[in-house]
């Protein structure tokens, strides 16, 4: 029975970027633990904390990602050697200084906010609605995140840019 008003060939492309997202999201799990575990020093009890809740709303994105494809009618890809081949976010040495887990952090959200836009590009070339709201989420979410990163990398002597706007 067919529920999906959409037809399995012009689903493919966006199950295959919705698989590469499943990769890059594992890897980036993974790393975020990693993160957790081994932060020491002085931000310990801040970043500690953060990276424990960023690794919690990861396994929930993965296991809707994996949801999504389902719902399209596809397997996920499941095998962590599959994800490791197929991720564009890269394993790393697990003891660094805070500010190098933070400054890595925002990379790897570099590359996961790129690749939804991949998705979301597949979605909108069939109107795949799901998956562009779905998207459109985590996309948000993940910016928000990523700002507060930085504010945190910054000096309180830094400021943003003004905008002045003429009445």
Request: glycine share 2%.
């Amino acid at each position: 029975m067919s529920y999906l008003n959409m037809n399995e060939e012009e689903l493919m492309p966006v199950v295959v970027e919705l698989n590469v997202l499943l990769a890059d999201y594992h890897v980036y799990y993974q790393k975020l633990r990693s993160k957790h575990w081994n932060i020491i020093g002085k931000n310990f009890f801040d970043l500690h904390e953060q990276f424990e809740t960023m690794y919690n709303d990861a396994k929930v994105k993965i296991d809707e990602i994996a949801e999504r494809i389902l719902t399209l009618r596809f397997h996920p890809m499941s095998k962590l050697e599959d994800y490791l081949k197929t991720s564009a976010i890269l394993e790393e040495a697990p003891l660094k200084e805070d500010q190098d887990m933070v400054v890595d952090t925002l990379n790897d959200h570099k590359l996961l906010l790129a690749q939804m836009s991949k998705v979301i590009e597949k979605a909108e070339a069939i109107s795949d609605e799901g998956t562009i709201d779905l998207m459109g989420a985590y996309i948000r979410e993940l910016e928000k995140t990523s700002w507060m990163l930085n504010a945190w990398t910054k000096k309180t002597s830094e400021n943003l840019k003004e905008s002045i706007v003429e009445a």
